[in-house]
């Protein structure tokens, strides 16, 4: 494709304004950022979640600032005009405000962000104030969030009852005043999605898993193509298994390499027979 503009905020909100929900994906590495620059993805996710895809980790906890300033380094070469979001790994913004800002300053000094996403409601409302105010542009995560999740219960859905759902709903509010220009909702019910969007009045919502009715739409790179081997989740769909693929081709290699079929004579450098005679006499 074309090379195309730099995505920026006030394209995401004219976005919003016409109708036209928004892609967003997670993506971890150099080659996979090249690609989904060349499927012209609007904003991209370099999440904490890569503890799991891409480092084998149970859970998101263990990943550290470097691992996601070195991860988003990579993805912003291989993306130069997506709308790029670092997400703030654990303990890199809940002991304080200032500890905060000085993170998400790491983002855009050292990774080149558009901004950074960090996960709570009302206890994390004052770290979205100073990112904001220190002139960083910060997304909110509520109802599903991984960094919380013992709390939580585990990986379920959020906000089924009456009551829950009106303390997601406060929280998107609160964020939304503190300054987040947007806000992600994981696993919340498709209802409770609607009703966030509709009474959102500056704020883009996003839907992980939590129905049609946001302002655009996020997915799991390695759940949407068969790429994390302990499980998929139901909001993923698959829309092609390269795992599947890649497990083929490993196969393949192995018995090649094997049955001594690979490599065949395309795939190695030869030497001209007088060169060779020469080199047999310096011996």
């Not at 769909?237 to 795992?243: D, E, I, L, S, T």
């Not at 890649?246 to 001594?260: D, S």
Request: aromatic letters at 8%.
């Amino acid at each position: 494709m074309n090379e195309r503009k730099k995505v920026t905020l006030p394209m995401l909100f004219k976005k919003v304004s016409d109708d036209q929900p928004i892609t967003w994906l997670t993506c971890y590495d150099y080659p996979t950022a090249y690609l989904q620059e060349q499927a012209g993805i609007d904003m991209i996710l370099v999440g904490d979640s890569l503890g799991m895809t891409m480092l084998g980790y149970d859970s998101t906890l263990p990943v550290t600032m470097d691992d996601m300033i070195r991860h988003t380094q990579a993805v912003r070469r291989g993306s130069p005009n997506a709308f790029l979001v670092g997400d703030m790994p654990y303990m890199s913004y809940q002991p304080s405000v200032e500890t905060a800002i000085r993170n998400a300053g790491r983002f855009m000094a050292e990774a080149g962000c558009d901004a950074i996403k960090l996960e709570g409601g009302h206890a994390m409302a004052d770290r979205i104030r100073g990112i904001v105010d220190a002139g960083i542009p910060a997304i909110g995560h509520l109802g599903l969030t991984p960094q919380s999740v013992s709390a939580l219960g585990g990986f379920r859905v959020q906000g089924k009852s009456a009551a829950l759902a009106k303390k997601i709903l406060d929280d998107a509010k609160e964020l939304e005043k503190a300054g987040a220009f947007a806000i992600l909702l994981e696993m919340v019910p498709d209802r409770l999605c609607k009703l966030i969007t509709e009474r959102a009045e500056n704020c883009i919502i996003m839907s992980l898993g939590s129905g049609p009715d946001a302002h655009g739409q996020l997915l799991i790179y390695h759940d949407m193509f068969g790429l994390y081997p302990k499980f998929t989740p139901k909001m993923a769909k698959v829309f092609g298994n390269a795992g599947e693929v890649i497990l083929n081709g490993l196969k393949q290699y192995a018995a090649e390499v094997t049955n001594k079929t690979f490599p065949s004579p395309e795939n190695w450098f030869g030497m001209k027979d007088e060169e060779f005679d020469e080199l047999k006499k310096l011996l």
